[in-house]
């Protein structure tokens, strides 16, 4: 599965979650294993970065300028 770039921040760690129980258990094909944890590994980096730049948005957020005023610029769909 390799639609990692299409989930939402929950649904990417939703998938994570199910990936996670699947490697738990033990039985699959190290194949199969592998490609589950190259996945894993992939989505855990997207939902990183999503949460880093949703960090950053409210640190811009709560910035404010010398004369008090809040620092603000339009939010963009493309930051995460």
Known sequence: MSEGNH???EE???RLSKIVDQLEGGELPLEESLALFEEGVK?????????D????????????????EP???P???RDG
């Open 43 to 51: 989505l855990t980096r997207q939902s990183q970065a999503r949460l």
């Open 7 to 9: 989930l939402s921040f």
């Open 12 to 14: 990417a760690i939703q």
């Open 53 to 68: 730049a949703a960090e950053r948005r409210i640190e811009e957020l709560l910035a404010v300028t010398d004369d008090g």
């Open 75 to 77: 939010m963009s769909l």
């Open 71 to 73: 620092m603000t610029r």
